[in-house]
């Protein structure tokens, strides 16, 4: 049994009441994979109960503030645990961590500790991302699959995926930030469980479109834009009743919200 943990489900917008930015997780067997790191989701996390430290793998979608925002108070909630309570991260004290752009990486890691990586308690390793295959332990199989949210063209390599999360029999797609959603297609495939999608820069009527006509059993809308943000009832109903009418189970997000699949 899959558990996810939604942290933050807002995008990029002035501070909201009781809304963070974009972050989320999945519980496995016992062990964490986060997916994005916006503002406050280590402190969503920690204080909700779940246990940090058990913590396998971060993936960050692209070098956004909405999207690591929380990374530096993240890496440092680790340590402070590790200091506290004698705790050390559950796979021999190391944090897998797949990030766009390493470079920048370097800035928030200085940001976090005086001295940057010399004064981390425990292992950082670090990966970059790219297309294919990226992550496989007993638990999970990630395939990453770049995007054109950043306007790029791949001359200077890409920084901005979407996910394919294949779990407990189960494939998840993660969209990160798109352009355009038929840019998952590939990960989509013929179908899949659960598709994470954010609104951040999409019609919701449209996502849902596109996502029955992809063969999507489940959608969880996240990242919300201004449509959802400034009428969230309307849309709530919406997908109440586009649920009705077509094979899918359609749910808006919410800062707190857990489910199990």
């Known amino acids: ?3 996810f943990h939604f942290l933050g489900s807002c995008s990029g917008t002035e501070p909201m009441p009781d809304m963070h930015h974009q972050s989320w997780l999945m519980e496995l067997n016992g062990v964490n994979y986060w997916f994005d790191a916006g503002e406050n ?3 969503r996390a920690h204080t909700s109960g779940i246990n940090v430290m058990n913590t396998v793998a971060l993936f960050i979608s692209h070098p956004h503030i909405d999207h690591i925002g929380g990374l530096a108070n993240l890496f440092s909630c680790i340590q402070k645990l590790e200091r506290m309570y004698k705790m050390q991260l559950v ?3 190391t944090l897998e961590l797949f990030f766009p752009d390493l470079k920048l990486l370097e800035s928030v890691k200085n940001i976090t500790f005086s001295g940057g990586a010399h004064n981390f308690r425990y292992t950082l390793n670090e990966h970059t991302l790219s297309d294919g295959l990226l ?3 007993e638990n999970v199989r990630i395939t990453t699959l770049h995007n054109r949210h950043l306007k790029e063209d791949g001359s ?3 920084h901005a995926y979407s996910f394919l999360i294949e779990a407990d029999g189960k494939r998840i797609v993660f969209s990160g930030d798109v352009r355009s959603a ?3 297609d590939p990960l989509i495939g013929d179908g899949c469980d659960m598709l994470i999608m954010e609104t951040g820069h999409h019609d919701v009527q449209s996502v849902m479109e596109f996502a029955v006509s992809r063969k999507v059993k489940h959608l969880r809308l996240t990242h ?3 449509q959802i943000l400034e009428n969230r009832t309307f849309y709530e109903r919406m997908a109440s009743e586009y649920c009705a009418k077509h094979p899918i189970c359609v749910k808006l997000c919410y800062d707190g919200m857990v489910e199990e699949f």
């Open 156 to 158: 200077n390599g890409w």
């Open 41 to 43: 989701c280590v402190h």
């Open 224 to 226: 919300h834009g201004r």
């Open 1 to 3: 049994m899959i558990k």
């Open 182 to 184: 038929d840019e998952m």
């Open 135 to 137: 992550f496989e332990d």
């Open 91 to 93: 796979r021999n004290n």
